[in-house]
């Protein structure tokens, strides 16, 4: 699986977006891009996925560079309950274990 | 929703003592996984499980570690001879290929917290 680079930790006014940023310089053609974040020594908790195009659900958007090699996590109106450590996961998929390296610790301030 | 829940929450136990740790995955999921993370450091992959046999480990996951699912709803962590660097959250988690992901969505429990003493 390719590694990936993200800054250590990143502030967030509530209520304005959050853009989380990952570097995946070596990401293969048929490896995808994971998000999952980590509130609290909670779960790690699945975000979003994605191969190529930009993707969006209920959490989240995805923005995943043409060349692939970065990809943005946007969280479009940050609240405190956002607070957590975000992972940058590339995998190929299939049943093997998640690699979680230190991820971005993003604090959303009041 | 459906979630995967983990018990105990919270074990104490004496360093050499035997520790069994319990999950439940959502009950339509194939793929059962391990995760520990030792305070304050990263999550690690310990194990996955397919078909009754492990189908991935890492290096982590000595002989001192088995795993089970005695039957079609629990599936176990086994700790034959804890040590004090066993002290650590570990999470259970599950996740449906045939559903069309791709197997990197999975859904992690609330995790055990296991302290050696």
């Not at chain 1, 502030?11 to 310089?25: I, M, Q, T, V, Y």
């Not at chain 2, 045939?98 to 969505?105: H, V």
């Amino acid at each position: 699986d390719a590694k990936t680079t993200q800054p250590t930790s990143m502030d967030c006014a509530e209520g304005r977006a959050a853009n989380l940023p990952c570097n995946h310089s070596t990401i293969s053609g048929n490896e995808y891009v994971y998000w999952y974040r980590q509130i609290h020594s909670q779960g790690p908790q699945y975000i979003i996925h994605g191969l190529k195009n930009n993707e969006t659900n209920e959490m989240a958007s995805l923005i995943i560079t043409e060349d692939r090699k970065s990809s943005t996590l946007i969280l479009p109106h940050a609240t405190l309950r956002d607070t957590a450590v975000y992972y940058c996961i590339v995998i190929l998929g299939g049943a093997d274990g998640l690699t979680f390296g230190k991820g971005t610790h993003l604090i959303i301030q009041p | 929703e459906p979630e995967v829940t983990q018990t105990p929450s919270h074990q104490v136990t004496q360093m050499g003592q035997e520790v069994i740790l319990r999950c439940v995955p959502i009950s339509n999921h194939l793929y059962f996984y391990w995760y520990r993370q030792i305070l304050g450091q990263k999550v690690e992959f310990l194990v996955s499980f397919y078909n009754n046999e492990i189908s991935e480990k890492s290096e982590i996951f000595d002989d001192q570690f088995s795993v089970e699912r005695p039957d079609g709803s629990n599936f176990t962590l086994k700790i034959r001879s804890t040590k004090l660097e066993d002290s650590a959250m570990y999470f259970c988690a599950s996740s449906d290929l045939t559903s069309g992901t791709l197997g990197g969505e999975l859904f992690f429990g609330e995790g055990s917290r296991l302290t050696v003493l």
